[in-house]
């Protein structure tokens, strides 16, 4: 089966064509040079390049997997969560394509679509949703610790303020380093340099934060005491350590995987310290980290595959928040 994937919950346009759950065709529009004179996404700059890229990139998707429209199986799209206004440009495209071409629409939860990205391009198990598993999101709109069974959710830790990746991108702007912070971040970290012993929330009830830690980098800035190279290192060695700390709490060897997902899945410390926990982590590819089509497209095949499906009607909607079951 073809399906046409449509990505469009933030700052990035993807549209796939997978068949099955093979990547055949991906492309990504990335507005960082649209809003990095900001600092982050601008909601209304994201859904006007949104609109004049969702188009292009779909006839260019079509032409690169050399099939037609009427080869298409099914229409999967980001239903939610992200931003209302980019949501709506995905999902009218969506629901336009499906009325057109007569064909299923499949709405995905993009979170959910993260988590299951270490399988794009893999063999799905027929007893994929039998498994007990623990699932990590830590991006720049979430930072959960999740229970996975039967591809039903429990929340068991998650951030009450600061996302991980929103702390990275401000620790970023404050050191001047550019955006996004993430990234550089990573790209500038050395264990040598982690000579600030940043305080790591350790919090009960599942609950972490990442707004104290943010408040302490920013008076260590004001000291001018260390250069940014060590800021920018302690900090990301802080960051980590609350990640981990939660997940050794809760993980039992009773979940079969541990599934890692969003952007923030592609630092090297993280990838590091996650490995030290089990030897049953799995990550997406480092291209598939940050938001994809190929990821909505995965997920939208793999609930065909075991008849989990949720076919839309015309009359659905997006949702801005997140809801997993």
Not at 229 to 239: D, L, M, N, R, W
Request: net charge positive; with cysteine; proline share 3%.
């Amino acid at each position: 089966m073809y399906i046409l994937a449509i990505e469009t919950s933030c700052d990035d346009t993807g549209i796939a064509v997978l068949k099955d759950n093979k990547v055949i065709s991906n492309f990504l529009y990335s507005q960082i040079k649209e809003h990095k004179k900001y600092g982050g996404v601008i909601p209304e700059i994201a859904s006007r390049v949104h609109l004049s890229h969702i188009n292009t990139l779909i006839e260019r998707a079509i032409n690169n997997a050399q099939i037609k429209y009427s080869d298409l199986d099914y229409i999967a799209f980001a239903q939610g969560p992200g931003l209302v206004n980019t949501l709506q440009i995905g999902l009218i495209t969506a629901k336009t394509l499906s009325q057109y071409l007569e064909i299923p629409l499949i709405p995905i939860n993009h979170i959910e679509a993260h988590l299951y990205s270490s399988y794009i391009d893999k063999d799905i198990p027929k007893d994929l949703f039998r498994k007990k598993r623990l699932g990590v999101i830590v991006s720049g709109g979430h930072t959960e610790i999740v229970e996975i069974n039967n591809f039903k959710y429990n929340i068991i830790s998650k951030t009450s303020d600061d996302t991980i990746g929103e702390c990275f991108d401000k620790v970023g702007k404050m050191l001047k380093l550019g955006y996004p912070g993430g990234p550089i971040i990573d790209s500038i970290y050395d264990s040598n340099k982690t000579d600030i012993n940043f305080k790591v929330s350790k919090l009960k009830d599942g609950k972490m934060s990442y707004s104290g830690l943010k408040s302490q980098v920013r008076r260590e800035i004001e000291t001018k005491k260390y250069s940014k190279e060590v800021i920018a290192s302690s900090f990301q060695k802080a960051a980590v350590e609350q990640i981990i700390w939660n997940l050794k709490k809760v993980y039992d060897k009773k979940y079969e995987e541990v599934m890692v997902a969003g952007g923030v899945s592609a630092n090297s410390l993280l990838r590091t310290e996650l490995s030290k926990v089990g030897d049953n982590v799995l990550y997406p590819e480092l291209k598939y980290c940050k938001d994809n089509a190929a990821m909505i497209g995965n997920l939208a095949y793999i609930k065909i595959f075991l008849k989990k499906e949720n076919v839309a009607n015309l009359n659905i909607d997006s949702f801005p928040r997140n809801k997993w079951n």
